[in-house]
């Protein structure tokens, strides 16, 4: 069993997140969204906490499965409205001194040349604390909004993915020689023209002529996160992660998944070891395991199922408002995620989901287990749940904003930091050195590869 035990915050510039009808709740400030002054005092309570990061989710369409109208999520506040994650980084950055940010940004819809620089600027901006959650969408709404009649289908989707990261890669990993920029007021000359080169790519979906607009960051590539539980979604990130995010309702549906991802890795020719897992979770906890379980009592009177089945809809692509409450849910293949709908019907086969149940489990937490107790039961749980499934961490979600953090913060963070469980203090260095303790890919890694294999690391200066 691995030592220490990761701490992601998973949020999402939205109402609610991944518990539908919680923003209700008198203490919930989530509905705070627009306001700076709201994720600046977040980001200080989660490096109080010493958390890794905060893992910021997003979509690019609504959900508008359930009912086929987006009417339940815009009443339920089912992640719409919702805002750019992106622009939060840099101000969330300049109040903390370690917390690293995980971004979705979606790759189908934008493309590479400019969303290259985009996360170049943040890894300058943040002096290398960003990393990048990679997604290829799984909305129809999306798709429709981006002028196209439907999303692109479910394994299409990583062949574009895979040509996607070349380009990338190219542009962060071998544009710039890493002295290129001379900064030299002497001679008038800012940067060597002999050290940087331009990047052609003619591909099925991509064509590029063009140097990199940034001048190396501190990281290069970001710190590469992604989520896909298929058997497509794993390949990719046996091949490209160095951060895997996966869900499950239970520990014996999680171990299998982190197996495979492992194996993934393995067979992509990497250590496996040098991907982190992180199981989505949400813990409430309470001084006493009576104010947590009474704090869980008044979570639960706010839930809406509605809403759960809203945006359960939208991860599986079945309306759930078509389906009696007492029905059996059972497996459909289409082009939405896969992982949602595998988690109710073919992941745990000694349960069988009903609508009801559904919604019921759905309403706090989302897809992932929730854990209650006071701190030594919660902590216990956790370490159980990493020895069983072989995960290096968690991204926990929220009930209350920002009480569940705080709660993480000041009562289970002093625990698992008692037991030896939990780091005393961050690390030095970037994102990828703190996790990994080196700053840039190495070369078994595909970007890696293309900056060894052009030279573009040039030696470090003393």
Known sequence: ????????????????????????????????????????????????????????????????????????????????????????????????????????????????????????????????????????????????????????????????AEEYMEVVYRLWEESWDDDAVLRDRASGVFTDPAKVRRIRHDGTHFQLDALHLSEPSPQR????????????????????????????????????????????????????????VFAMMTVILGETEAAAHARHEDYLAYADPVGALALMSGWTGVDFSRLRLDEEVRHVENDAGRTAMDNITRADPDRVWTVRQVAEHVGIGGIGPVMVGDPGQVADRLEAFAQATDVDGFNLCYAVLPESFEDIADLLVPELTRRGRYKRSYGSGTLREKLFGRARLDCSHPAGRLRCASGTQAPRRP
């Open 221 to 276: 590539t970001p710190v590469l996160y992604q989520a896909g539980s298929s058997s497509r979604g794993r390949a990719f990130a046996g091949r490209h992660a160095e951060c895997v995010f996966v869900s499950g309702p239970s520990a014996a549906v999680v171990a299998p998944r982190v197996r495979a991802i492992r194996q993934a890795a393995a067979e992509a020719g990497r250590d496996p070891d040098d991907i982190l």
């Open 1 to 160: 069993m691995k030592d220490e035990i990761r701490l992601n915050a998973f949020a999402m510039n939205t109402v609610g997140h991944q518990s539908p009808g919680l923003w209700r709740h008198p203490r919930d400030r989530s509905a705070d969204y627009r306001h700076l002054a709201h994720w600046l005092d977040l980001a200080r309570t989660l490096e109080r906490g010493r958390f890794d990061g905060i893992f910021f989710a997003d979509v690019l369409g609504v959900y508008d499965v359930y009912g086929g109208t987006p009417d339940a999520a815009l009443r339920a506040a089912i992640q719409v409205p919702a805002n750019d994650p992106l622009l939060l980084v840099p101000a969330m950055a300049a109040v903390t001194e370690h917390l690293g940010f995980g971004v979705t940004a979606t790759l189908t819809y934008e493309p590479p040349f400019p969303f290259a620089r985009r996360m170049s600027t943040l890894d300058h901006l943040t002096g290398g604390r960003v990393g990048w959650n990679v997604v290829t969408g799984y909305l129809d709404s999306a798709a429709r909004a981006a002028g196209r009649p439907r999303q692109v289908a479910h394994d299409a989707r990583y062949d574009l």
